[in-house]
């Protein structure tokens, strides 16, 4: 079953309302379209959150086809499939509840990327009154439509981990790359003034940036494997330092959720594998990441936002451990997500702060 002609017409037009509208607003005012960047990245990390949300909650299936709820534009449209496939399945992955949440977080990427094209297309009009390329730009809106395809597969592919943690990588890369053009553009004030270090800072930063990423992505497999909790004591694990592990099937990447290479069920070693190179990543992220915003907070021009960093990262540490302490609460594991894509946000726009001329 598939979305009608008319609901892709709709659809299609509230995307072009929305892409026009935003352009024209912006007209020639650079002002406004510092605004607009600024308010799509506020709307990207809400989506971020939202993203989180709806796969903490086991939403990610509400509704199991795409880019429609059983081929139509909302849930209530479908209430009779809904219901057929939650009386077949008594509390499994297809409910009203899950539904709605999966098609909220559907028409928020819409409107993100349909404020996205808006930006690209404001940027190319208005290269030479801004004085800037339009590259960047247009890299995001890019990295949309590559998110977009994620997003398809991620339901089509049946919550696959490679493809569930590319998607949510996706949409750290997104939010980073929209404000790092904020700072870019001229009148944002701190966001992109010149931060003046030592060559040597400035590569610890980019190893600061590329360790943070890494923990990210384990952060993502852990989630998407179910395996947050395979671990459920702390500092050690079950009782021991170094338990028993399975890395040859935990890091087997392309692979269905929750099997292993040879179509058997992951063990509990698997997933204490996952959780275990997770926990050693975030040993790692503080010793380097922390001497960096150590280092950079005893600056002179990067004293505010290292200290900022710093700050930035305890709380992440905090919302980590609290994780495995209150037994995985949903707005701890959702506000972990989205302060790690705030953190990768920061550490690339200090990047560029640090090598701008």
Known sequence: ???SVIEHSAVGLITLAIIVGAWMWIGRDQARF???????????FVLIILGAYVRLSDAGLGCPDWPGCYGNLTPHHSTEE?????????GGPVTMAKAWKEMAHRYLAMVVGALIAAIMFAAWRNRRRFAQSPALATVTAAAVVFQAALGAWTVTMLLKPAIVTSHLLGGVAILTLLVLLLATQSGVGKLGERIIVPAGLRVFAVVAACVLFMQIALGGW?????????CADLPTCNGKWVPAMDFANAFHIVRPLGVGPDGELLTIDALRAIHWMHRLGAVVVVLVVGLFSWRLARTETGQRVGKMLGVMLTLQIILGLSNVWFSLPIWISVAHNGLAALLMALSVVIIYRMNRT
């Open 1 to 3: 079953m598939r979305m």
């Open 82 to 90: 809904i219901r057929a496939a939650e009386a077949a399945l008594p």
């Open 34 to 44: 510092r605004r607009l960047i600024a308010a799509t990245a506020v709307t990207t």
């Open 222 to 230: 852990t989630s998407t494997n179910y395996a947050a909790l395979a």
